[in-house]
């Protein structure tokens, strides 16, 4: 099982540019969402999706979009970066919304905005 | 409000000596707490969650914790560390509320041989 994939692994942007992070699970999951990590703050979500056609914000929404077609994609549009979105993105799936579900993380998206 | 706290950024333990990560929580009802681990380049892996039940929970890579209510502590153990736990350790609450879980800081552990 490939589990969660995200594309790509590392990203240089400049300020102003656009580009949207990939995120792709393959176990049937209904939740996802994307976190970013930043030293000394943990993790923090961005946005999430509890299932096709929805989706809601979290904690640092400002900056980014999401959309959820299908039950597998769930990507992230920065529209204009900024430096300050520089950081580590993790996008990751459960298999429902329950708190006692395991969340599965994709290997992260290092994103630099110069 | 909800929160987690992980007092350590940074513990240095030789290889073979015991480990003991520390996690406080913040939550007014039953808490679901789960520990991560995030190997240097990798996404975070789950090593163990409590529920309910037992309050001490074993996990993978020979990890248990121990839920104390009174202390609002979810400690992370290790009896014997092996060069290869060198990683960052995250501590998480599930909640019910809009962000499912709140995530400690991390603590970012080094493995001296």
């Known amino acids: 099982n490939a589990g969660v994939t995200q594309t790509p692994k590392f990203q240089v942007l400049k300020t102003g540019q656009s580009m949207t992070l990939q995120c792709a699970q393959d176990m049937n999951h209904e939740y996802m969402s994307w976190y970013r990590q930043d030293p000394g703050m943990g993790l923090r979500l961005i946005h999430y999706s509890v299932g096709a056609g929805i989706t809601d914000q979290g904690e640092v929404p400002n900056g980014y979009n999401v959309s959820r077609s299908t039950t597998e994609d769930f990507p992230l549009r920065l529209l204009s970066a900024a430096p300050s979105q520089t950081s580590v993105y993790f996008c990751?799936?459960?298999?429902?919304?329950?708190?006692?579900?395991?969340?599965?993380f994709g290997q992260g998206t290092r994103l630099t905005v110069v | 409000a909800q929160s987690v706290t992980q007092p350590d950024i940074h513990i240095t333990v030789s290889e073979g000596a015991s480990l003991e990560l520390r996690c406080n929580y913040s939550?007014?009802?039953?808490?679901?707490l789960f520990w991560y681990v995030q190997s240097p380049g990798q996404g975070l892996q789950l090593l163990l969650k409590?529920?309910?039940?037992?309050?001490l929970v074993q996990g993978i890579k020979g990890f248990e914790a121990e839920f104390k209510r009174s202390q609002s502590s979810f400690n992370l153990r290790k009896p014997s560390v092996h060069w290869s736990d060198a990683a960052e350790y995250f501590c998480a609450v599930g909640t019910s509320g809009t962000y499912k879980y709140i995530f400690g800081t991390g603590t970012r552990l080094k493995v001296l041989a």
């Open positions: 939550y007014g009802a039953t808490p679901y």
């Open positions: 990751a799936s459960s298999y429902s919304e329950g708190l006692d579900t395991e969340a599965f």
């Open positions: 409590y529920f309910s039940g037992d309050t």
